[in-house]
């Protein structure tokens, strides 16, 4: 990782991951994907080299999102998660097996698990309510506007 960083090649990822994928949030999401391959704590480590701390606080919503895709992503596939290749170990469980029986279930839990962090982040910064609301609040008072001429009528 240190290699990549002093090479510059994780700033060229970055940049090719942002230019090319629409949103951070979406990049975090691929992030994880790729832990479901990749050993997380490697990738959470290049991914600290990718995206510079002055730029993205310690406490900002992309490493809270990373934490949660790189440390749920891998267990989409058996292999992406030191307790899945434990579980492969002790239990004799086989790589097909579980993706038949599990990977499903842990994609949509991965996916749902990030819609959940999404919703709750825009409730509590507010931002869902200053996206959809301003419309909605403009619409409620032309209505009262309407209702109020009426009565006057």
Do not use: H, R
């Not at 790189?70 to 097996?97: C, H, N, P, R, Y």
Request: aromatic share 8%; proline share 2%.
């Amino acid at each position: 990782i240190g290699v990549l960083d002093k090479s510059g090649l994780l700033k060229e990822l970055a940049l090719f991951l942002s230019n090319n994928l629409p949103s951070l949030d979406i990049i975090a999401t691929v992030i994880g994907i790729a832990s479901a391959l990749i050993d997380n704590v490697p990738l959470v480590a290049a991914t600290m080299g990718m995206y510079e701390l002055t730029d993205y606080g310690t406490d900002d919503k992309l490493w809270q999102l990373i934490a949660l895709c790189a440390g749920t992503g891998g267990s989409i596939l058996v292999i992406g998660s030191a307790s899945g290749v434990a579980l492969m170990g002790l239990e004799k469980v086989d790589f097909l097996w579980y993706a038949k029986k599990v990977s499903i279930g842990a994609a949509i839990g991965y996916f749902a698990g990030i819609g959940t962090y999404l919703l709750e982040n825009a409730i509590i910064t507010g931002s869902l309510f200053s996206a959809g609301l301003p419309q909605l609040a403009s619409t409620v008072d032309m209505a009262q506007d309407l209702a109020s001429t009426a009565v006057i009528l």
